[in-house]
C-alpha cells in the first residue's frame, strides 16, 4: 500500500479490524519511510459492476459517488453516517447479488429512492428532485401529493 503522505510503497499493517456491519476490515498502517499513520479499508468485491448512463456510456461502479449522493441529499437531518454506510452496503449487495454486472442509472435511483423513503421523507423529496430533474416547484408539488397517497 502506498503511503499518502510521501508515496512510498513500504507500509506496515500495525492493526486491523472488521468494519462494525461485517462488510470489510479496517487497518491502521504506518509508513515505514516518513513514519506517518493512515487508515485503509479493504471491501469485498463479488464483481466489477459497470453503471449503464442514460445517454448510454458506460462507467465503472463508483461507490463513493453513490455515498456522496445519499450524504447530500440527507446533509443536516441529523441521519448517522454510519447508518448512510449501512444503505450504500444494502445497495451495493442488492446489485451484486441480482447476476448482473452491469446496473442503469435508474435501478441504481430507484434503489436509493427506495431506502430513502423508508429512512427520511426530506431526503426522499431532495433526491427524488436531482434524479428526476424537477425543473419548476409544480414538480415539487406533483411529487409531494404522490407522497401523501
Given at each position: 500500500?502506498?503511503?499518502p503522505f510521501c508515496g512510498a510503497e513500504d507500509t506496515q499493517v500495525k492493526d486491523s479490524r472488521p468494519v462494525e456491519d461485517g462488510t470489510g476490515i479496517?487497518?491502521?498502517?504506518?509508513?515505514n519511510a516518513c513514519g506517518a499513520r493512515f487508515n485503509t479499508l479493504e471491501r469485498v468485491q463479488l464483481r466489477e459492476l459497470t453503471v449503464i448512463k442514460r445517454d448510454g456510456s458506460r462507467l465503472p461502479f463508483d461507490r463513493t459517488k453513490l455515498v456522496r449522493s445519499i450524504t447530500i441529499a440527507t446533509r443536516k437531518r441529523g441521519i448517522d453516517p454510519d447508518r448512510i454506510e449501512r444503505i450504500v452496503n444494502g445497495i451495493v449487495r442488492r446489485i451484486e447479488?441480482?447476476?448482473?454486472?452491469?446496473?442503469?442509472?435508474?435501478?441504481l435511483g430507484d434503489l436509493v429512492l427506495d431506502s430513502l423513503?423508508?429512512?427520511?421523507?426530506?431526503?426522499y423529496v431532495r433526491f427524488a428532485s436531482v434524479y428526476k430533474d424537477f425543473a419548476t416547484a409544480k414538480?415539487?408539488?406533483?411529487?409531494?401529493?404522490e407522497l401523501d397517497r
Open positions: 500500500m502506498r503511503c479496517r487497518r491502521r498502517r504506518q509508513c447479488t441480482s447476476g448482473e454486472h452491469e446496473v442503469t442509472t435508474r435501478t423513503k423508508e429512512l427520511d421523507e426530506v431526503a414538480d415539487f408539488e406533483a411529487f409531494i401529493r
